[in-house]
Each structure stands twice: as C-alpha cells, then as structure tokens.
C-alpha cells in the first residue's frame, strides 16, 4: 500500500509480526530541515544506545518527540512530511531496533496528536502505530496504547482521534500469550475512560460517536475470544469481567448524545446485548440488581487495586440493558432474552419485583441522562407493575423491609421527574407509575412511605400531591366501611381501626404542613399549595369522625382539638390576615396573583377553625 509516498509491502515471511520493506518515493525528502533535524535526532539516539550512554539516548529521545510536537503548531505540510518520516524509518530494515523499541513508548502519543491536522496527517499516523503494534511485544503495545488514550484524552475529546488508538486494541489483545486477565484489566480503564470523557460531550457528530463504540465493541469481542482460549477460574473471571464492560458501556452509550434519537444507537445497543447472552445475564437477574453482584464477586480484587471504579455505571447499565430490550425487540433477540417472559417472572415474584423497582433510582436519580431515557425506564418500571401479585400476607410485610430505602429512593427519582419533564404527557404517564409502585407498597409501610417522601421533598406542589393521596386512600377505605353490609360492618370497623391510615399518623402529616418541624407557621403564598392539601385532608378526617362517632386518627380527643385549634389554625389564620391586608393595598397584578393563590386556603381553614369549634363545644 501507499501512505504518503511510502511504498509499504508485505514481507512474504508467515511471522505473526509482517515485517515491511519500504521504498521511499518522497523526491528530495533529505533537503527538508524537518526531515534533516529527524534524522540528526534518530542519529543520536542511534548512537548513544551504541556507546551505552543511557542518559544522553534519553535526551535525544525527547528531543525528537519534542520536534514531532512542534510540528502541531505549523502548516500541516510539516506535520505530513515528518510522520512520513518516521515512518520511513520505522519501516526500514536498516533501522536500529533499539531505536524503534524506545521510540515506540512514545510516538503513539505525539503521533495521536498529529493525526487531527489532516487526512493525509491520520493515515500516516494510522500507519506508524500499526507498524509499532507490528515490531513490539504485546504487553508492551497493551501499555503504551492506553498510556497514550489517557493523555490524549485530557487534550481532545474528538472520537476520531481516540479511535486510532482504540481500533488497534483489539490486535494488541488478540497477540497477548499469557496473562490475559491481568492484560485485560490493564487495558479497560483507559478504555472506558476514553468512553465516558467523549460520552460526556453533548457537541460531537452521531456519526463518529458510532464509530468510537463500534471500536470498543470490538474490544468487548476481543476479550470474549480470550475468554473462549481460558478454562477454570480465569475464564470465569474474563467472562465477568466482560459483563460488566458491557454493561458499563450500555449505560455510556445511553448517555451519549447518540441515545438523543433511540433509533440511531439500536445497532451498537444489539451488538453490546450479544455479550450479556455470552456472559448468561438475564433480564430478569439485571433488573433485580443480582447480576451485577455476581460478576463483582467472581473478580480477585488486591488492596488498593482500583480496578473496580471503571464500572461505576454498571448498575445503571443494568437497567439500561432491559429498558432497551423492553423498545427493541431485536435488541431482547440479541441477548437472547424474551422481555414479556421477563416481565411475566417479576410481576409474580414480590421479591424480584421489589428488587427491580429499586434498581431504577440509579438512573432517575442520575443527571447524566435525558428525560427521554428516564421516561422509557418509567413506562418499563410500569410495564412490571402491570398485572402483578397484589395479595398481601405476613410474610410480604417482613420481606418488603429489607427493600424500603431502595425503593424510596426510586420513588424519589420518580417524583423528580414529575417536576422536573417538560412535556404534560410525560408527568402523567410518570404519576401513574408513581402510584403503581405506591400501590404495590404493603399497606402497612405505605403511609410511612409518603410520610418519609413528604418529609424530604422541597416542592410544595409534591408535598400537596402526596398529601391528595394519603386523602383519597383515606376516602376509598372509609367508603368501603360505610358500604359494608349490616352483619359484616363490626368486621370492616375492625380492620379499618387496623389501617395505618387511619390512625394518628394521618395527622402528622397533616402537622408537618401546618405546623413545620422547622416551627412557626409555613410560608404563604410559597407553600399556599401543601397547605391547602393539608387543611382539606384535616377536614375530612375531622368530618369523616364526628359523622361516624369514631376517633380512629385521635382527631376527636380534646387535646388533640385543642392543638390543631391553638397551634395550627389560628395562627395560620393570623398569618394569613396580615398578608391579605398587606396586598389589598397593593394595586399590582402580583398582589392580585398572590390573593387568588391564598382565597382557597383562607375558605377552607375558616370552615376547618368551625368545625374544630362545634367539636370542642360539644364536648364542653
């Protein structure tokens, strides 16, 4: 072949190594200065290596790759004739080896920075480092190429730069004879260093975005094909190892602005899927979080090896990988997987199901991906709530502790969403997944579940959506009483006494609104939305007893009465007086904004301050 004017043949030896023989068509190279100072430099390192003078072949190695760099900051012209250069020398077979051995340490990583200059600049380059890979040991190249991904990275993040290292990987791994492991677990940070720097950036073309994965599937590929040479513990090591590559890389995909329209990424996504069928991972396992936990505990990790923290995204690949499963068919095909099967195992299985739910707050929780990919986790995480086991006994309540952070969490990420998603469509189809994995809760940790979530929100309007629930899970057992047959109503007012919902923790949460642990009265107009929410399910509840002559909540009790009456309602009341008569002053249209925000309240609070009267009259 021809690479800017250099002839490069095929030597006809069967050696793994081709050698090349070079015949220079470049006229008149040896008058260029740059030509003529790259061969003084190579000269003196030729030279020094001869007169065994170490210290003087290290200067003149940097002085030569010092000439190389400055060559970036010229016409590109320069850059060409001396990559042409260098490979002139490395491909002749008069060249000292010694010299070729120690520039290989460092030519990738100049020669990488050249190649963005030109076309003409990246063939060459392209050229150079694959007759390196050629001459040098394997484990050697392994070092270097990754040593030069790390430092270019933190230069350029443009995908065709890494790609010139990245696709000779997989021939430097594929020629490793011994030690497969430890050589994999050398190459894969820089690798996916590499991936997640360039995932990272929102600017760069689908196309080279494409082609940068493609090269570190064929990475993935190369390492199956170690894994298919191994037996024993190392195979099952490598094979793990590949599982969470792939996994880390489907989570870096999903980030990548490739994953903007689902569509174009489906191709790379099918291909990463084929290593999960490799590695036996099903969906099931993935989305139950068991998978990944499996593949960490079949890899020896040494103190102080940090190997481990390049797959900090695999628990989010995880997700990924069956979320994209659940829109492509043909992706479920390449893991071997088939999603409705998968779905069908959760929904009956509270554990797995409950494991799953809380294995998608690593991603709503996560800012590096869009809303569109948190929306297709959501309609997954609802596709699993569909049709499940709604049955309750004992043995759920004790099981489903175990999972009560995990899926708070998720719930959290699910409420972030709620707030957070632009489109009405997508915060519906969000809330009704919301009360989905409410309703999949044991009743008995449900009102300890939205109490935890209305205690951590910072957003009124969720805190007033929460409390709205917690009222009409209160309605709806409440009208089941009351439409209970005659000889069956000591039973259902029995287990209604049971509900946690009806019980004392109904007021508290009424009082965190009211009354905010912070003390004080809450802040008008601000939070004129929980309040409101909150001082309607205080009236029902204050209804809803003194009609049925219960006191299931401890709303009838008159200290309790007198707490909501002194604490609660009257000094809301104050509140709310001072900020009317400040704005009826004020002839502005946020004063008008801020009185319509705070009538509902003011209406509702004057019939809750009534009734809390009538109740304490009655009782005097």
Same mark, same amino acid.
């Given at each position: ?9 095929? $030597?006809? &030896? ?19 200065? #740059? ?25 003149? #190695? ?36 010694? @010299? ?11 020669v990488v920075r050249l190649a963005g200059l030109s076309d003409e600049?990246?063939? #060459? ?35 065709? $730069? ?9 021939? @430097?791994?594929?020629?490793? *004879?011994?030690h497969h492991v430890q050589q994999v677990k050398a190459a894969l !940070? ?12 929102? $600017? ?25 040479? /191994? ?18 890389? +489907? ?30 991972? &099903? ?17 020896? #990790? ?12 695999? +628990? ?14 043909? @992706? ?22 409950? *494991? ?91 009102? $300890? ?9 910072? &957003? !009124? ?18 009208? *089941? ?28 949460? @009424?009082?965190?609104? /009211? ?42 009790? !008159? ?11 009257? !000094? ?21 904004? %801020? ?13 809750? %301050? ?11």
């Open positions: 072949m021809d690479i800017a004017g250099i002839h490069v043949a095929d $030597d006809s &030896s069967p050696s793994i190594f081709n050698r090349l023989q070079v015949s220079l068509q470049v006229a008149d190279a040896s008058s260029s200065s #740059i030509s003529n100072s790259l061969q003084v430099s190579l000269q003196s390192i030729h030279d020094s290596f001869e007169s065994g003078d170490f210290r003087r072949s290290d200067e003149a #190695i940097a002085s030569t790759i010092a000439l190389l760099d400055s060559t970036a900051e010229s016409l590109s012209s320069d850059a060409e004739e001396a990559l042409s250069f260098i490979l002139s020398y490395l491909s002749s077979s008069s060249s000292s080896q010694m @010299v070729v051995e120690a520039l290989s340490l460092e030519l990738p990583k100049v600049c990246r063939a #060459i380059a392209g050229a150079i480092v694959d007759r390196l890979v050629s001459v040098s040991s394997a484990r050697e190249m392994l070092v270097v190429l990754c040593e030069a991904l790390h430092s270019h990275i933190k230069v350029s993040k443009a995908p065709i $730069d890494h790609i010139l290292l990245l696709s000779r990987l997989p021939k @430097v791994l594929n020629c490793t *004879q011994r !940070p820089a690798v996916l260093e590499v991936l997640y720097a360039i995932s990272s950036e929102s $600017d760069e073309e689908e196309d080279s975005l494409y082609d940068l994965f493609c090269e570190s599937i064929l990475v993935g590929r190369s390492i199956q094909a170690l894994c298919q040479k /191994l037996d024993g513990r190392r195979k099952e090591e490598l094979c793990a190892i590949l599982g969470l590559y792939a996994l880390q890389s +489907m989570a870096l995909i999903s980030r990548s602005r490739l994953a903007h329209n689902t569509s174009t990424c489906v191709d790379a996504i099918k291909q990463v899927s084929e290593f999960l069928l490799f590695c036996g991972l &099903s969906y099931v396992d993935l989305l139950a979080g068991t998978a990944v936990d499996a593949l960490i505990s079949k890899i020896s #990790i040494e103190d102080g090896d940090d190997f481990m923290t390049c797959f900090s995204f695999s +628990m989010i690949g995880a997700s990924l990988a069956v979320m994209w499963g659940h829109i492509f068919e043909e @992706v479920a095909k390449a893991a071997g997987e088939e999603i409705i099967a998968a779905l069908n195992i959760l929904q009956n299985d509270n554990a797995k199901r409950w *494991q799953a739910i809380g294995m998608f707050k690593h991603v709503l929780a996560s800012i590096d991906y869009t809303w569109e990919i948190k929306l297709q986790c959501i309609e997954l995480l609802s596709s699993i709530l569909d049709g499940g086991n709604s049955d309750e006994s004992s043995g759920d309540e004790i099981q489903f502790s175990s999972f009560m952070t995990t899926i708070f969490a998720a719930l959290q990420g699910i409420q972030q969403f709620i707030i957070g998603a632009s489109k009405a469509s997508s915060r519906k189809k969000a809330f009704n997944t919301f009360q989905k994995v409410l309703s999949d809760i044991p009743t008995s940790f449900r009102l $300890d579940m939205l109490k935890a979530l209305i205690t951590n929100s910072n &957003s !009124p309007s969720m805190i007033a959506i929460l409390i709205d629930i917690v009222r009409m899970q209160m309605v709806i057992e409440n009208n *089941q009483g009351n439409n209970s047959a005659r000889n069956q109503e000591k039973n259902q007012q029995n287990r209604m006494i049971c509900s946690p919902f009806w019980s004392y923790g109904a007021l508290e949460m @009424v009082e965190l609104v /009211l009354r905010p642990p912070k003390g004080g009265p809450p802040t008008l107009p601000e939070d004129s939305e929980a309040v409101l929410s909150a001082l309607n399910l205080y009236r029902f509840i204050l209804i809803a007893e003194s009609t049925g002559k219960t006191n299931r909540t401890g709303v009838m009790s !008159p200290s309790n009465l007198r707490k909501a009456y002194e604490k609660w309602l009257l !000094p809301l009341r104050t509140l709310l007086s001072g900020i009317q008569s400040e704005n009826a002053e004020n002839d502005s249209e946020l004063a008008d904004n %801020i009185l319509c925000a705070l009538n509902p309240v003011q209406f509702v609070l004057h019939r809750c %301050i009534d009734l809390v009267e009538e109740c304490m009259k009655s009782q005097s």
